[in-house]
């Protein structure tokens, strides 16, 4: 495109650096010297960096030295637990639940669940995530956080069975009130917990409104190996085979974990009439000691997407997406025992593209490209840990970390750069969070919000 001499100046215009972009294949290509212009939070322009020399823009960025990529994308967490981040350690699945996690959340307030998820997306910010899949309570609170912070989110209202008729009830409200707000950067889902906390009536019915109301379901389900085992003990079934019998799988879903998923759930993943997807978060397995990790390549060969996540702080210890894409590398060659699965480029792909349609957003986000909303981060590859660069895909996923992460970009808005966080003060929510801890973490109460039996 040639800019006219009457043409108002370009939003934001990045230029010298090597654009991380995809071809009609949707194989990764790395443009040197190249140019991104934005306007109206839209990428207008991926170009050479010589063909915008002298046009006006509100805000340049010289990114010499810098990879320009898709921002990341969290594709399942829990932003507010990073209030619980190192709380309940060591401890296998069931403790970590019933003796830590749920008896604390019975004390979370909104104003717990504010700072939390403030101190969640400083973090995201600052390590290249732009975009989130949230499920969790008060999300009302979550969703102000989102639109004061800049970031894109998927955001759903979590709920039990336990909760009667008003847990579901309050999900759709959710989810209804808040879709297409903050200019657009949230969507929303419906957010039943699991198939282990929500009977089948309220999964049905939680498919029902789906469908009626346009809306993406967003669900744990098959976790770990156990919970396949339990309930093919207890019901003859496995998870996924409840979320076909309940509907789910003819909804758009999006299926955190599936470290479960056994071979005869594909064929029902593969015909299922929505748009399924799988985020997987491998950090905490390991944590965990799961025996078996989220099938990705048998996911791949049925087409299913596999998105990358963290889950929550509280299990994973941390909201890095760039550690996310390293170990669900290297994880995936030691279980095919196969050096050449998966791939760095294998892995961008999912971090980029995958995770892009994994949260519902393909067409939108997950590439630099005309037309797309101006989600971007860049990259500074000049420090010692990544030089020199051979291969810049096996760069940026086994040598790069998200401190290298510069500057981030959502929706053409600058959230941080050159290292600065422009959007959220990380002393001020620390000094608050650090005030309130006691009464959050206090466990002699006896209560908890569900119990842990798979």
């Known amino acids: 495109m040639t800019p006219s001499a009457v043409e108002s100046p370009a939003g934001l215009i990045i230029t010298g650096c090597t654009v991380l972009t995809h071809d009609d294949q949707e194989e990764a290509v790395f443009l040197e010297d190249a140019a991104v212009v934005v306007r109206d939070g839209v990428i207008e322009e991926v170009t050479d960096a010589e063909a915008v020399a002298g046009r006006a823009a509100d805000e340049w960025i010289d990114a010499r030295g ?37 008896p604390v959340e019975s004390n979370l307030t909104e104003r717990d669940v504010t700072l939390g998820a403030l101190l969640a997306c400083a973090e995201m910010i600052r390590a290249g995530v732009t975009c989130f899949a949230d499920h969790y309570f008060a999300m009302d609170a979550v969703a102000e956080v989102v639109a004061a912070c800049g970031m894109r989110a ?68 098959a976790e770990n190996r156990d919970q396949t085992e339990a309930s093919l003990a207890r019901h003859g079934v496995t998870p996924v085979e409840v979320l076909h019998r309940t509907g789910v799988l003819d909804t758009d879903v999006l299926i955190a974990h599936g470290t479960g998923i056994v071979e005869s759930d594909l064929p029902l993943l593969a015909h299922a009439r929505g748009r399924t997807a799988v985020a997987t978060a491998p950090r905490g397995y390991l944590k965990f000691a799961w025996p078996t990790t989220t099938p990705v390549r048998a996911l791949g060969d049925i087409g299913v997407p596999v998105g990358l996540a963290t889950d929550g702080a509280a299990s994973n210890n941390s909201l890095d997406v760039w550690e996310s894409m390293a170990l669900t590398s290297l994880i995936q060659k030691s279980t095919e025992g196969d050096p050449r699965r998966l791939t760095s480029r294998q892995a961008l792909h999912h971090a980029t593209l995958q995770s892009a349609r994994a949260v519902g957003l393909e067409g939108g986000v997950g590439r630099i490209a005309p037309g797309h909303r101006a989600d971007l981060v860049l990259v500074d590859l000049t420090g010692p840990h990544t030089q020199p660069v051979h291969d810049l895909a096996a760069t940026l996923v086994h040598s790069a970390r998200a401190a290298d992460v510069r500057t981030t970009v959502v929706d053409g808005r600058v959230l941080m750069r050159d290292g600065r966080l422009l959007t959220v003060d990380v002393p001020e929510v620390v000094r608050e969070l650090d005030e309130r801890l006691p009464a959050l973490v206090d466990r002699g109460h006896g209560r908890r919000i569900q119990e842990y039996d798979t």
């Not at 917990?193 to 109301?213: G, K, Q, S």
């Open 154 to 221: 998927l955001l759903g209202e979590a709920y039990f069975s336990s909760q009667g008729p008003q847990g579901r009830e309050k999900s759709l409200e959710f989810a209804l009130r808040h879709r297409g707000t903050a200019g657009g950067r949230i969507t929303t889902a419906l957010a039943p917990h699991a198939p282990y906390t929500v009977n089948d009536a309220d999964l049905a019915a939680t498919a029902e409104l789906a469908h009626e109301h346009g809306l993406p379901v967003h669900l744990h389900a």
């Open 66 to 102: 810098q990879v320009a990529m898709p921002g990341l994308i969290n594709c399942h967490t829990h932003a507010p637990m990073v209030a619980l981040r190192g709380l309940a350690e060591d401890l296998p699945t069931e403790a970590w639940f019933n003796d830590v996690v749920w």
